[in-house]
């Protein structure tokens, strides 16, 4: 079992930054590949960023990509993900995700994942 504790969001000004955190515990959490998700109101769940688990493998979604950037410390079993130049549009409650599987993940397959956190909002302002 793992479990998944969300961080980091809130209320930000358009153009500005924020880090989310995720920390991971349990049984063999840090051999888990890990993902952001985000949900918007009224818009299914889609896949910002992903890390493999040794943290070697990333991958951003084209709405973030140079804006963002995915990172895991495995010594401290906490994913962040640090968000730039956030707009509106990035309003959303932000997931952590754990997957055994990298194409799972990958693949934005929600059904797939392992384990879910319970979501931090991020509320950006215009």
């Known amino acids: 079992q793992v479990q998944l504790v969300e961080s980091g969001g809130g209320l930000v000004q358009a153009g500005g930054s924020l880090r989310l955190s995720c920390a991971a515990s349990?049984?063999?959490?840090?051999?888990?590949?890990l993902g952001w998700f985000r949900q918007a109101p009224g818009k299914e769940r889609e896949l910002v960023a992903a890390?493999?688990?040794?943290?070697?493998?990333?991958y951003s979604a084209d709405s973030v990509k140079g804006r963002s950037t995915i990172s895991r410390d495995n010594a401290k079993n906490t994913l962040y993900l640090q968000m730039n130049s956030l707009k509106p549009e990035d309003t959303a409650v932000y997931y952590c995700?754990?997957?055994?599987?990298?194409?799972?993940?990958?693949?934005?397959?929600?059904?797939?994942?392992?384990?879910w956190g319970k979501g931090t909002l991020v509320t950006v302002s215009s």
């Open positions: 349990g049984r063999a959490s840090t051999m888990y590949h």
């Open positions: 995700a754990a997957s055994r599987d990298w194409n799972f993940l990958k693949s934005a397959n929600v059904a797939g994942m392992d384990y």
């Open positions: 890390i493999s688990w040794r943290g070697g493998t990333t």
